[in-house]
């Protein structure tokens, strides 16, 4: 049986940027040059890896707290995004996933967590969990 793709598949060796940290910091996931040294041909080789750029460094004056902050924000923001794009066969299935699951990241872990993954995880997303049109929809009828 072959491998359904996902939206996963299209954007997993995008270059992009997310924003974390209390000031927002923007931290840019790119492709760098990483060289490995094979001992058995005694040659060098060169990849291509998707990197974090973090916009500080040791001594810029920002605090070990908001560096922490800033890592765990952009961190949890792309495993949501994985989890949610693994579960999603395009753009706009996957911005449907998104707008249903806005502030709920922690109940999108434990499902994942707890074994609903891909698809069956979508299914769950789509039954369970409102968007604010839906909801004002269902209980303000005008």
Request: one cysteine or more; a neutral charge.
């Given at each position: 049986?072959?491998?359904?793709?996902t939206?996963w598949?299209?954007?997993?060796?995008?270059?992009?940027?997310?924003?974390?940290?209390?000031?927002?910091?923007?931290?840019?996931?790119?492709?760098?040059?990483?060289?490995?040294?094979?001992?058995?041909?005694?040659?060098y080789t060169?990849?291509?890896?998707?990197?974090?750029?973090w916009?500080?460094?040791?001594?810029?004056?920002?605090?070990?707290?908001?560096?922490?902050?800033?890592?765990k924000d952009?961190?949890?923001?792309?495993?949501?995004?994985?989890?949610?794009?693994?579960?999603?066969?395009?753009?706009?299935?996957?911005?449907?996933?998104?707008?249903?699951?806005y502030?709920?990241?922690?109940?999108?872990?434990k499902?994942?967590?707890?074994?609903?993954?891909?698809?069956?995880?979508?299914?769950?997303?789509?039954?369970?969990?409102?968007?604010?049109?839906?909801?004002?929809?269902?209980?303000?009828?005008?």
């Open positions: 049986m072959a491998k359904v793709k939206y598949d299209t954007i997993k060796n995008e270059e992009t940027f997310y924003s974390g940290g209390s000031q927002g910091w923007e931290v840019h996931l790119r492709y760098s040059d990483t060289h490995k040294y094979n001992h058995k041909t005694h040659e060169r990849n291509q890896t998707l990197q974090y750029q916009p500080f460094s040791s001594g810029d004056g920002v605090s070990r707290e908001e560096k922490a902050q800033t890592r952009v961190t949890t923001t792309r495993k949501i995004e994985r989890i949610l794009a693994s579960a999603s066969i395009d753009q706009s299935e996957y911005q449907n996933l998104c707008k249903r699951s502030g709920r990241h922690d109940e999108i872990f499902l994942y967590d707890d074994g609903l993954k891909g698809f069956a995880l979508r299914n769950h997303i789509a039954i369970n969990f409102w968007t604010d049109a839906e909801a004002h929809s269902l209980f303000w009828r005008m």
